[in-house]
């Protein structure tokens, strides 16, 4: 019977940092959304005013079904905003709302991290189902060929995790730095728009962890196999 121990090692705890962080944003969000914002700014004032500050005049923000479904669409230059965070005067809605701005400005300027991980994507997508695939084939096939096809695409896939941590973490800067430099959020609403954002930051770190150490863990495999 084989055991994967590799993947006990190395995955496991990643996976439960996953968890971990997934239960932490969405009970953080929780508890911000119960918090008013003492100027009643919902996510879309938020929203349209770092924009503004931005001089950004052609990206446009709608509304969006579901709940931390918020994201920037760099192709149709749309912010969308989910039902919690639109039109809602909370502290959550503002942090959450200020961030996907953040990607809006990132956009604005082309920053080149954010290219990067627009270019990544296609090849992240094959990489990331295809690539495990093809070296497990490979291992079981004892096809040289095959496993190094398939950890160099999944390296693709995991590449893009680890570039989008530096695009999270600077759109979440931005979005703080307009907040506080125009006094929209007093003190107190701006740390708990930093604990908004700082549970959000530990989903990507946990997702790129996560990928990283999958990634270990397949070329551990495929050396072991072959010796």
């Not at 604005?108 to 954010?114: D, F, M, N, R, T």
């Not at 999944?154 to 931005?174: K, M, Q």
Request: net charge positive; glycine share 6%; charged share 15%.
């Amino acid at each position: 019977m084989y055991f994967d121990y590799y993947y006990l090692v190395l995955v496991v705890p990643a996976l439960l940092l996953s968890l971990f962080a997934q239960i932490l944003v969405k009970s953080t969000f929780a508890k911000y959304s119960r918090i008013r914002c003492s100027r009643n700014i919902t996510g879309t004032d938020a929203a349209a005013f770092l924009l503004k500050s931005n001089g950004i005049r052609d990206v446009r923000i709608e509304g969006v079904a579901g709940s931390l479904t918020d994201h920037y669409d760099p192709g149709s230059k749309v912010l969308r905003l989910s039902r919690p965070v639109y039109a809602q005067p909370t502290i959550a809605a503002v942090g959450v709302a200020a961030h996907e701005t953040g990607h809006a400005i990132q956009h604005a300027v082309s920053w080149p991290p954010l290219a990067l991980r627009s270019a990544l994507v296609p090849v992240a997508n094959i990489g990331s189902s295809a690539g495990p695939l093809l070296a497990v084939a490979g291992i079981v096939l004892s096809f040289p060929l095959l496993i190094n096809l398939g950890i160099i695409l999944f390296g693709a896939g995991v590449l893009f995790y680890v570039v989008t941590l530096p695009v999270e973490f600077n759109a979440s800067a931005r979005a703080l730095a307009i907040l506080r430099s125009n006094n929209v959020l007093t003190p107190e609403e701006l740390r708990g728009v930093r604990k908004v954002l700082t549970a959000a930051a530990l989903t990507y770190v946990a997702s790129a962890l996560t990928a990283i150490m999958s990634l270990v863990r397949l070329v551990l495999i495929s050396r072991g196999r072959r010796r």
